[in-house]
């Protein structure tokens, strides 16, 4: 019977929401590899709306949740449906609308804060000694919600262009966290924690050498399940 795999979903589109290659390439080895999924987004309105052509924000209001639904395929579930009894681990893809939508990191940085169903979701997973997968920008999440953990969103210098928000890694270290040195193709698991993360587009890289680290990400997901 395959492992029962909650996707935690932020918005549609990567700079208010989730991240669609990377929530898509989520849901594609979460399906070779024989998963049972459901996927879940808090009800609650997007931190703003933005052109995704213009690249600035509009006047708009939109819902995490209905934004969600367009990668879901309709098949959502407000997250405070989720019961971790009923699932054997989680996983967080990244994009913007994880840092303005499931926490205020993109405006706060490390003094940011983690919405309460958010938090409250990765400490009953943890609790339950279930893992949780965090790819891109949402390792930041328990870095917040776990002083002490393992993590990776790559590298922490850009001396080789490829990594523009290095400096995320240092911002995880000052919440006394320990940041891994990671390639693309890369996880890092922190095995006393059960939390495996990736880097995908924290790195300027292909989109094939993301989706592999991704898939590399929710294998190690599935062996700690």
Known sequence: MGKRVAVVLAGCGVFDGSEIHEASAVLVHLSRNGAEVKMFAPNIEQMHVVDHVKGSPTEETRNVLVESARLARGEIQDLTQLKVSDLDAVIFPGGFGVAKNLCS????GK????????KSTLMAFHGAKKPIGLCCISPVLAAKVFPGCELTVGHDTNDDGRFPDAETAGAIQELGCKHVCKKVNETHVDEKNKIVTTCAFMC???????????GEMVQDVLKLA
Do not use: T, Y
């Not at 990191?105 to 706060?108: I, K, S």
């Not at 003094?111 to 958010?118: A, L, P």
């Open 105 to 108: 990191w993109a405006v706060e």
């Open 111 to 118: 003094n940011c804060s983690v919405n309460d169903q958010v």
């Open 204 to 214: 300027k890289a292909p989109l094939h050498e993301i989706f592999d680290g991704v």
